[in-house]
């Protein structure tokens, strides 16, 4: 089932209590992707953002993740023909599949969490980019 949030839809998971963007047809502005969503007493734990999540929403300034995010996965597209100029991507991020942040316009600005786990994803994101300021913290 879905929950909305700021204009954020999440896909809720009643198994095993996870949450994924799915998609931001309202969403404008700063986001913010909360670490969990709250449901009838049930605390979802967001582990991804979906395919084509925010592809096309050109009402989106930039989005902040939870520095306590349980974030595992960005998939395909999922900032497609947007025009966010920044996203900091959490330390718990495993895996960001091809064109996960592909088409961020020119002059977007990447914003990393460093650790260990994500200097793969880093490594292969700055090749997929081009044209893009990428600042390491």
């Not at 994924?20 to 991804?48: A, E, L, M, T, W």
């Not at 088409?103 to 990447?110: A, C, F, G, T, W």
Request: charged content about 20%; glycine content about 4%; hydrophobic content about 40%.
């Amino acid at each position: 089932f879905f929950y909305y949030l700021n204009g954020l839809v999440f896909k809720l998971n009643k198994n095993d209590f996870t949450a994924s963007v799915s998609y931001s047809p309202k969403s404008k502005g700063n986001i913010f992707i909360p670490r969990s969503i709250n449901n009838n007493d049930q605390k979802f734990i967001v582990i991804s953002i979906g395919n084509g999540s925010f592809k096309n929403n050109a009402n989106i300034n930039s989005v902040l993740i939870s520095d306590d995010s349980e974030l595992k996965i960005i998939h395909k597209n999922a900032f497609l023909s947007t025009k966010i100029s920044s996203i900091v991507i959490p330390p718990k991020l495993e895996k960001l599949e091809d064109g996960g942040v592909k088409e961020l316009r020119i002059y977007s600005m990447l914003r990393y969490i460093q650790t260990t786990k994500t200097l793969p994803i880093l490594a292969h994101t700055l090749t997929s980019l081009q044209n893009a300021v990428c600042i390491v913290l």
